[in-house]
């Protein structure tokens, strides 16, 4: 049984009124961790940086506006299936990027073909795998921590 779906799309990074510029957006999701897309950005001079945000706040994002805190998405325009814009916060510093509906629509077909919306929980080895990562998470934070200090 196929374990993931990735697809590449390209969006718009959004600098300013006046410009912007296309990179290429690599969307991932894996059974493992059914609840969580990752979006791994493209862009040019840097390092790729991967976000990983809940698949249901995509869904959401594409028809209204959603999302509290780091992630926002919200369509281009409401009444249609077009563009969605996705803010990115940390700190003070955000990242808008706009992105064609249809992409991220057939992405996220592909994943509720591996793991249907409403059956996460019925993954057998989720809730293990969910320990394995907070732990990886809080380890990362500590480590963090102790760098800084």
């Given at each position: 049984m196929r374990e993931s779906?990735?697809?590449e799309v390209m969006m718009s990074f959004l600098v300013s009124e006046e410009l912007a510029?296309?990179?290429p957006?690599?969307?991932g999701y894996e059974a493992r961790d059914p609840y969580a897309v990752r979006l791994t950005f493209h862009l040019p001079g840097d390092a790729p940086v991967t976000w990983a945000f809940g698949r249901e706040?995509?869904?959401d994002g594409i028809n209204k506006p959603c999302g509290d805190g780091d992630v926002h998405i919200a369509p281009t325009h409401p009444e249609?299936?077009?563009d969605v814009h996705i803010r990115l916060q940390v700190g003070c510093d955000r990242a808008l990027f706009r992105a064609s509906a249809a992409p991220l629509v057939a992405f996220l077909?592909?994943?509720d073909r591996l793991v249907p919306l409403g059956q996460?929980?019925?993954l057998g080895d989720f809730e293990e795998n969910l320990d394995e990562e907070l732990c990886k998470i809080l380890?990362?934070?500590r480590q963090n921590e102790q760098n800084a200090g």
């Open positions: 779906v990735q697809a510029f296309r990179i957006v690599e969307l706040l995509l869904l249609e299936l077009s077909d592909r994943t996460e929980r019925n380890a990362e934070a």
